[in-house]
């Protein structure tokens, strides 16, 4: 859906967090975020997703200054792993903002009911199986972190509306076609079929 390229900061949380927010539709629902025990990203989500409420006074000494509450419909839950000489001794899942029961319920579908990172790990091993530059201790480094976005955005592309993905195909049983393989595009209903290389490359985009 997004990237950045950055230190990990606040800042850029914010940052990467309000591209999220630009390019989620209006009548699609704020993600379900997930992540390991990073403070930032609870700040992050906070500036993009939270308004100012001024607590309630309770007469005595100076009135609270207002303070950043998350939307009731932010949903964030964190992994803590705690190691011990290097060693997983311990996995504390905690929902921060939201209904535990109800991010539970919405999680549980596809992680068995547990708080993971499983499925952004995965996709970061896509990512270093498919760019070079990714791939750690080698010379196909990016030099350029302008090029190294675009990199990634061209992947982004490709992942979406040329790849086919096994876990989104449809079985159809037409004669000796079983199966009928769709990409993530696809299956969100952006299009109707799989593109090529060549389309994605000569596709204009809309004026708005």
Known sequence: MSHHEGKRTADDCIEFFGDIERRRAIDSPIPVFTSDNWDPFEEGLLNIYGFLETPPYCGIGRRPDPVLVPYPNLKYAKVCKKREKGRLVEVIQRVVYGDPREVMQLLGADSGGKINTAYIERLNLTIRNSLARFVRKSMNCSKILGRHSHALNFFQAWYNFVKPHKS?????????????????????????????????????????
């Open 168 to 208: 989104l195909r449809l079985r159809i049983d037409q004669g000796r076609k079983k199966w009928m393989q769709r990409t993530p595009a696809m299956a969100e209903g952006m299009t109707d079929h799989i593109w090529t290389i060549k389309e994605l490359m000569t596709f204009r985009m809309p004026f708005q």
